[in-house]
């Protein structure tokens, strides 16, 4: 008794890895929010006490957004043209 047949696992398979890849957005979040959480304890032990309150909240997400999320946009932006 055949559970899946030939066509349907390469569907699935194209699916997952081929041109529609499922998990190619989620790699650059996770590893965005890896970034993100080592720049914020950078920031942390970087700051002066004073400005804590309002450098690490700032700083943090700027450099996160501009190393993860540039990248992405100029490649969309190369393929579109």
Do not use: C
């Amino acid at each position: 008794m055949k559970w899946i047949t030939k066509k349907a696992a390469t569907d699935i398979l194209n699916y997952v890895g081929g041109e529609n890849n499922v998990f190619q957005p989620l790699v650059p979040a996770i590893l965005g929010v890896l970034f993100y959480a080592a720049m914020e304890r950078l920031f942390t032990k970087i700051s002066p006490k004073p400005i804590h309150i309002f450098f690490v909240p700032m700083m943090s997400p700027l450099l996160t957004v501009q190393i993860t999320i540039k990248p992405s946009v100029y490649n969309d932006i190369r393929q579109i043209v």
